[in-house]
């Protein structure tokens, strides 16, 4: 499993040590009521604090129930009335909302493999209604009761040289399971960082900020539209959760300042039907952590394109399944050839030439800006240097072969 990462208690989320940002110690921010549930009913759906067992209290130090604001519970309104037009009347989060400080019920998660998105980082929960449960089934594909909440903010920061003095959120993505589809809702915060709103026809913001040296720079950030959600989330016509997964959950995390396995801990947030198994075969490393370059490659290959690259997914037509589970090394993208790139190909002809990066489409379409090019398609505009650094060393270690 992918070793602990520490992280700031006072504010949302900071920029890691391996590239990658994931939430604070939540149980920092969070007050305990009753340590062994704090149950809210909310419209058609009621809404669970996390349940924890004594022992579990013990071991994660975290406040399931109750917010630094006195108030007693979420302000879940009926099923019916979603989506909301803004983040707040969701109340999922305690006191300052830009601070991202969970209500009871609101569970914190973190994936060993994140998703590049131009620099931002990403604070992830989930809320699951009360009375109900997710079914685990092996690695994927869970079954999910209407009504579950998947929440990811995303923020960045104003000052990279000290990235956890000058953290905002930009945006917030929900999925919103309504019977039997997932729907994918996208909202843009305020200048003033007191809310965020609706966007169905996502968003272009511009982002000011200090480089690591100190020196000024702007970005365009791009927000979805609801309709592109599919593009990454639609599988076999079918929208589903992407880092929700046993190989992506398998690890440790930071709870109040102690090191605990996050399986579990979700186990003890009552959220599963049956527990969630740890030592899961296949789960994920820390792309630029210590595992070995083949793991790690095959890590951030399968959370930032196997979403599209696998069967049923947008990109499964291509034959290129990028899973970290796949072991036919020709349909990972050693010496095959293209089906339909065009130009995308740099006129190269195969997806991996091993011993040679530079001739390789896979990492001419990584490090590409160009909308027709760059891979992923959506939603980064800018090529991941270290992402390109990591297949590129992995690509140069293979033994120089003909593919002809």
């Not at 195969?350 to 090019?373: F, N, Y």
Request: net charge negative.
């Amino acid at each position: 499993m992918i070793a602990p990462v520490m992280y700031f208690p006072t504010r949302i989320p900071i920029f890691g040590q391996s590239n990658s940002a994931e939430q604070a110690d939540v149980g920092s921010v969070i007050k305990t009521k009753d340590p062994e549930t704090c149950n809210v009913a909310h419209g058609t759906h009621h809404y669970r604090g996390l349940r924890l067992s004594l022992w579990a209290t013990l071991l994660l130090c975290l406040g399931a129930c109750g917010s630094s604001d006195g108030d007693d519970g979420l302000g879940f309104r009926q099923s019916s009335q979603f989506p909301f037009q803004t983040l707040s009347e969701f109340d999922f989060f305690a006191g300052d909302i830009a601070e991202l400080a969970p209500r009871d019920g609101v569970v914190p998660y973190q994936v060993t493999s994140p998703l590049w998105a131009d620099h931002a980082g990403k604070a992830r929960f989930i809320v699951v209604p009360q009375g109900e449960f997710i079914e685990p089934m092996g690695d994927e594909d869970w079954m999910y009761p209407s009504g579950t909440i998947i929440i990811k903010n995303f923020f960045y920061s104003r000052d990279r040289s000290r990235p956890e003095d000058s953290i905002e959120p930009i945006e917030t993505r929900l999925m919103i399971k309504e019977n039997d589809d997932w729907v994918g809702h996208t909202y843009v915060w305020n200048a003033s960082l007191t809310d965020a709103v609706r966007k169905v026809a996502g968003a272009r913001v511009e982002l000011d900020f200090l480089d690591e040296d100190g020196t000024p720079k702007s970005q365009q950030y791009v927000v979805p539209n609801t309709n592109q959600c599919k593009d990454c989330h639609e599988r076999h016509e079918e929208s589903r959760p992407l880092g929700l997964v046993a190989r992506q959950l398998d690890r440790m995390v930071i709870r109040n300042q102690q090191n605990v396995s996050q399986i579990d801990y979700l186990n003890a947030a009552g959220i599963f039907k049956t527990p969630l198994q740890r030592g899961f075969d296949g789960h994920l490393v820390d792309p630029f952590g210590a595992a070995s370059v083949a793991e790690r490659a095959r890590s951030y290959l399968d959370s930032n394109c196997a979403h599209c690259h696998r069967d049923g997914g947008n990109g499964g037509p291509s034959g290129l399944v990028l899973l970290a589970s796949e072991t036919n090394p020709t349909a990972f993208g050693i010496c095959k050839g293209p089906v339909a790139a065009g130009k995308a190909t740099g006129g190269f002809y195969h997806d991996i030439l091993p011993g040679e990066p530079d001739k390789s489409i896979m990492v001419h379409r990584m490090k590409s800006a160009d909308p027709e090019v760059k891979m992923p398609e959506i939603p980064n505009r800018l090529p991941h240097d270290a992402g390109v650094a990591l297949i590129s060393e992995w690509i140069r270690g293979m033994s120089p072969q003909s593919c002809d």
